[in-house]
């Protein structure tokens, strides 16, 4: 019998599979059959009559309200409908597939033919996920991009493509999907710098971790790679098992699976020791306790910054206690309060606790445990507190009136990055305080003056508006309806509240600017902000810009302390203000001018009397000596750069014709070590061995270049002679 289940428990019953047959040109015979494997008999539909729940003893029983669950594979039906027996030869899939074979040069079918097929439909799912505001990360739903996208790039290397391939195929997908799926090309910017920005990782990653596997490899005594070096590269490098073991298959090795898994196993047990020895565990107990006991605590801060409340549970050392003393630190669990929890990047409020007895507790932090507990956070600095009791909340106002202004600034920002950069931008993160704004948002790429300004100018003119701020109810359904920004990947319960602030968001002047989902406080009017000044705008992550910006107070004291900034600069260079980039552009020119002549004369200076006699002189001159037959050149200078040294070292080759040449530089606290060979010599010296000798000297751990030329550094600038002496004894 047919008969369908979702697993152990649950709703089941019996279904009636619905199969198509492709003919008998097509291998494969009737399911059940012994070669119901083949093409012939593809399943497109299947109708299941839910009429049990499993549980877990294994009976059934009837459920309260039968029905019939259908799933149809829409892909199957496409592909029936063009007369293809693969999915992946319908158009939805084969035009990412030409494009793959057409940008990495290799043929469609073939040994290839599975890592073009992944490529296209990893391609899909990865574009589509960053459209939707999901960006690759190490945890939740952007590790599970990041592990698709990975995939995909994996084959992208098994094709051999020396470049970046994936973001060259976005063209083809938004040919084929945009029409129907117009975020595509509404995200196009942040995809394709993603997939570029990940792959280009993703290469950097393989190239390292390759060279460790090369180093572990050639120790290796016998054919199988101990799991221990399997998982350092797995959690050093982001090297995937499977990538370990087609690079291990290559060369007729294997690799230690159970010793990889024991690694982590260790790994994770470990963290979980980290976890419960830090006291959390119990911790969280004492909320779900009180959860329980007590149900969730009501927020009535909304409208006002005082409400009475009875103190339903103290938590002293993480444990509940019946009262507290002065000194005692606590956390005080109330049926309503007016203190406003830390959530959606908003603080926690502060404030007072007290009563008519004398009581006081200084509240520095609210915090929401399991959703709905408010836990005002403090120290009794007078009284004693117990429990029953009922006391007056007072949250500190001032402080309120900013994180309020703060927050509120954040959704007229967040709909003017919008406007400026694009409907791609989407909030990744934010945090609301009293003294600035923080806002994490997607986009591929750093922001320009003129946009920063544009943006900074359109919160301000509605700001200016000074309009009423409107809050309704409603469930997250309706409010996505009307226009409403959610965060993607955020929970909601049935009801939400909806802030739209301003007019303009339309053509129509009737319609609101910003309208979203949120959950914190806000001002009544726009015009209670002030003014918001950005303060800067930069990198995050990957894909991720970060802007912070104050409001009111925070953003004038902001521009005094920039005009007395720029007052100092005009007064000292005695210019006006208009003149001032002007002559700072000419003291920058003047001083590069300057650097070049003292970087010449330095090195005039390093190659000053080279020809002097071998052995003489110490190493603040260039010295040329002979070293079992061999031009040595050697010398070590005071106040020159690093990146300087390679120029010196091409002219000292130059100047002894054929020999070795080494140059020590002294920054500050860096010591800076080249070395060349000139090209006779290279078959008998390489100057990264060389190198290495000498930044061992120097205190560091290497370095790098080719045999002819290379560089490295150390902490230790005391030991120029100590490396050049390193380096002498290798000759």
Same mark, same amino acid.
């Given at each position: 019998?047919?008969?369908?289940?979702?697993?152990?428990?649950?709703?089941?019953?019996?279904?009636?599979?619905?199969?198509?047959?492709?003919?008998?040109?097509?291998?494969?015979?009737?399911?059940?059959?012994?070669?119901?494997?083949?093409?012939?008999?593809?399943?497109?539909?299947?109708?299941?009559?839910?009429?049990?729940?499993?549980?877990?003893?294994?009976?059934?029983?009837?459920?309260?309200?039968?029905?019939?669950?259908?799933?149809?594979?829409?892909?199957?039906?496409?592909?029936?409908?063009?007369?293809?027996?693969?999915?992946?030869?319908?158009?939805?899939?084969?035009?990412?597939?030409?494009?793959?074979?057409?940008?990495?040069?290799?043929?469609?079918?073939?040994?290839?033919?599975?890592?073009?097929?992944?490529?296209?439909?990893?391609?899909?799912?990865?574009?589509?996920?960053?459209?939707?505001?999901?960006?690759?990360?190490?945890?939740?739903?952007?590790?599970?991009?990041?592990?698709?996208?990975?995939?995909?790039?994996?084959?992208?290397?098994?094709?051999?493509?020396?470049?970046?391939?994936?973001?060259?195929?976005?063209?083809?997908?938004?040919?084929?999907?945009?029409?129907?799926?117009?975020?595509?090309?509404?995200?196009?910017?942040?995809?394709?710098?993603?997939?570029?920005?990940?792959?280009?990782?993703?290469?950097?990653?393989?190239?390292?971790?390759?060279?460790?596997?090369?180093?572990?490899?050639?120790?290796?005594?016998?054919?199988?790679?101990?799991?221990?070096?399997?998982?350092?590269? +797995?959690?050093?490098? *982001?090297?995937?098992?499977?990538? $370990?073991?087609?690079?291990?298959? #290559?060369?007729? &090795? =294997? /690799? @230690?699976?159970?010793?990889?898994?024991?690694?982590?196993?260790?790994?994770?047990?470990?963290?979980?020791?980290?976890?419960?020895?830090?006291?959390?565990?119990?911790?969280?107990?004492?909320?779900?306790?009180?959860?329980?006991?007590?149900?969730?605590?009501?927020?009535?801060?909304?409208?006002?910054?005082?409400?009475?409340?009875?103190?339903?549970?103290?938590?002293?050392?993480?444990?509940?206690?019946?009262?507290?003393?002065?000194?005692?630190?606590?956390?005080?669990?109330?049926?309503?309060?007016?203190? +406003?929890?830390?959530? *959606?990047?908003?603080?926690?409020? $502060?404030?007072?606790?007290?009563? #008519?007895?004398? &009581? =006081? /507790? @200084?509240?520095?932090?609210?915090?929401?445990?399991?959703?709905?507990?408010?836990?005002?956070?403090?120290?009794?600095?007078?009284?004693?507190?117990?429990?029953?009791?009922?006391?007056?909340?007072?949250?500190?106002?001032?402080?309120?009136?900013?994180?309020?202004?703060?927050?509120?600034?954040?959704?007229?920002?967040?709909?003017?990055?919008?406007?400026?950069?694009?409907?791609?931008?989407?909030?990744?993160?934010?945090?609301?305080?009293?003294?600035?704004?923080?806002?994490?948002?997607?986009?591929?790429?750093?922001?320009?003056?003129?946009?920063?300004?544009?943006?900074?100018?359109?919160?301000?003119?509605?700001?200016?508006?000074?309009?009423?701020?409107?809050?309704?109810?409603?469930?997250?359904?309706?409010?996505?309806?009307?226009?409403?920004?959610?965060?993607?990947?955020?929970?909601?319960?049935?009801?939400?509240?909806?802030?739209?602030?301003?007019?303009?968001?339309?053509?129509?002047?009737?319609?609101?600017?910003?309208?979203?989902?949120?959950?914190?406080?806000?001002?009544?009017?726009?015009?209670?902000?002030?003014?918001?000044?950005?303060?800067?705008?930069?990198?995050?992550?990957?894909?991720?810009?970060?802007?912070?910006?104050?409001?009111?107070?925070?953003?004038?004291?902001?521009?005094?302390?920039?005009?007395?900034?720029?007052?100092?600069?005009?007064?000292?260079?005695?210019?006006?203000?208009?003149?001032?980039?002007?002559?700072?552009?000419?003291?920058?020119?003047?001083?590069?001018?300057?650097?070049?002549?003292?970087?010449?004369?330095?090195?005039?200076?390093?190659?000053?009397?080279?020809?002097?006699?071998?052995?003489?002189?110490?190493?603040?001159?260039?010295?040329?000596?002979?070293?079992?037959?061999?031009?040595?050149?050697?010398?070590?200078?005071?106040?020159?750069?690093?990146?300087?040294?390679?120029?010196?070292?091409?002219?000292?080759?130059?100047?002894?014709?054929?020999?070795?040449?080494?140059?020590?530089?002294?920054?500050?606290?860096?010591?800076?070590?080249?070395?060349?060979?000139?090209?006779?010599?290279?078959?008998?010296?390489?100057?990264?061995?060389?190198?290495?000798?000498?930044?061992?000297?120097?205190?560091?751990?290497?370095?790098?270049?080719?045999?002819?030329?290379?560089?490295?550094?150390?902490?230790?600038?005391?030991?120029?002679?100590?490396?050049?002496?390193?380096?002498?004894?290798?000759?």
């Amino acid at each position: 019998d047919n008969f369908w289940s979702m697993g152990d428990t649950g709703p089941c019953g019996p279904c009636s599979e619905i199969f198509f047959d492709h003919g008998e040109d097509v291998a494969g015979g009737p399911p059940g059959s012994p070669n119901e494997d083949g093409d012939r008999f593809i399943e497109i539909w299947n109708l299941v009559f839910m009429q049990f729940e499993q549980q877990a003893d294994g009976t059934r029983i009837d459920l309260p309200k039968p029905s019939i669950d259908t799933g149809m594979g829409l892909e199957r039906i496409s592909a029936l409908l063009q007369g293809k027996h693969d999915n992946y030869d319908t158009d939805l899939i084969y035009h990412l597939i030409e494009a793959s074979a057409d940008h990495s040069g290799q043929t469609i079918g073939g040994a290839h033919a599975i890592s073009h097929r992944v490529i296209a439909d990893h391609l899909r799912s990865s574009a589509f996920l960053i459209a939707d505001g999901v960006l690759p990360s190490n945890e939740g739903r952007g590790y599970v991009l990041r592990r698709i996208m990975r995939r995909a790039m994996r084959h992208a290397h098994l094709l051999g493509t020396k470049e970046t391939l994936l973001w060259q195929l976005v063209p083809a997908l938004k040919t084929q999907m945009a029409a129907a799926y117009p975020e595509l090309e509404r995200a196009n910017a942040l995809i394709v710098e993603t997939l570029r920005h990940e792959e280009e990782r993703f290469r950097d990653m393989l190239r390292r971790g390759l060279k460790l596997l090369d180093d572990e490899v050639g120790k290796l005594s016998g054919n199988t790679l101990p799991g221990e070096v399997a998982f350092k590269l +797995y959690d050093t490098y *982001g090297f995937p098992l499977d990538l $370990t073991q087609d690079a291990l298959r #290559e060369r007729d &090795l =294997a /690799v @230690d699976t159970d010793g990889f898994d024991a690694a982590m196993e260790k790994q994770r047990a470990e963290a979980r020791a980290n976890w419960s020895g830090s006291g959390q565990e119990e911790t969280e107990a004492v909320w779900f306790d009180l959860r329980n006991e007590h149900g969730a605590s009501e927020f009535v801060g909304y409208q006002s910054t005082f409400a009475e409340g009875q103190i339903l549970a103290i938590v002293k050392d993480g444990k509940p206690v019946a009262k507290a003393k002065k000194g005692d630190e606590i956390a005080l669990m109330l049926n309503q309060t007016p203190f +406003y929890a830390e959530s *959606g990047g908003q603080v926690g409020d $502060t404030g007072l606790v007290s009563d #008519e007895d004398g &009581l =006081a /507790v @200084d509240i520095s932090d609210t915090q929401k445990m399991l959703g709905d507990l408010h836990l005002l956070y403090g120290r009794v600095r007078a009284g004693h507190i117990e429990m029953g009791a009922l006391v007056h909340q007072q949250i500190d106002g001032h402080r309120r009136d900013a994180i309020r202004a703060n927050h509120s600034a954040t959704h007229l920002l967040h709909e003017a990055l919008r406007r400026v950069l694009g409907d791609h931008v989407t909030q990744k993160g934010s945090l609301v305080n009293e003294h600035h704004l923080r806002f994490d948002f997607s986009h591929p790429r750093a922001m320009n003056d003129n946009e920063i300004g544009e943006v900074e100018a359109l919160v301000n003119n509605i700001i200016r508006q000074n309009e009423e701020v409107m809050t309704r109810l409603m469930t997250p359904e309706e409010a996505i309806e009307a226009g409403a920004l959610a965060l993607f990947g955020e929970k909601y319960g049935d009801e939400v509240r909806v802030l739209s602030m301003g007019l303009g968001k339309n053509d129509d002047d009737a319609a609101p600017y910003s309208v979203e989902l949120c959950g914190g406080t806000h001002v009544s009017r726009l015009g209670d902000i002030g003014l918001l000044k950005i303060s800067s705008e930069g990198a995050v992550a990957s894909g991720v810009r970060r802007i912070e910006a104050r409001t009111g107070e925070g953003a004038l004291a902001q521009i005094a302390a920039h005009e007395h900034l720029l007052h100092a600069a005009t007064s000292e260079l005695k210019v006006a203000v208009e003149d001032l980039p002007a002559r700072v552009a000419k003291l920058v020119e003047e001083r590069k001018s300057l650097d070049r002549q003292l970087t010449e004369a330095k090195k005039q200076l390093a190659l000053a009397g080279a020809s002097g006699a071998a052995g003489q002189g110490g190493n603040e001159e260039a010295v040329i000596r002979h070293v079992n037959g061999t031009e040595f050149m050697a010398r070590c200078l005071q106040g020159l750069a690093a990146k300087q040294l390679r120029g010196l070292v091409d002219e000292g080759k130059s100047q002894i014709g054929s020999g070795v040449v080494v140059f020590v530089g002294i920054d500050g606290d860096k010591a800076g070590i080249a070395v060349g060979v000139t090209d006779d010599l290279t078959d008998k010296f390489n100057a990264v061995e060389l190198v290495r000798a000498g930044s061992e000297a120097l205190g560091g751990t290497g370095g790098g270049g080719r045999p002819d030329m290379a560089q490295a550094g150390g902490p230790d600038t005391g030991a120029a002679d100590a490396a050049i002496a390193a380096i002498e004894k290798l000759l």
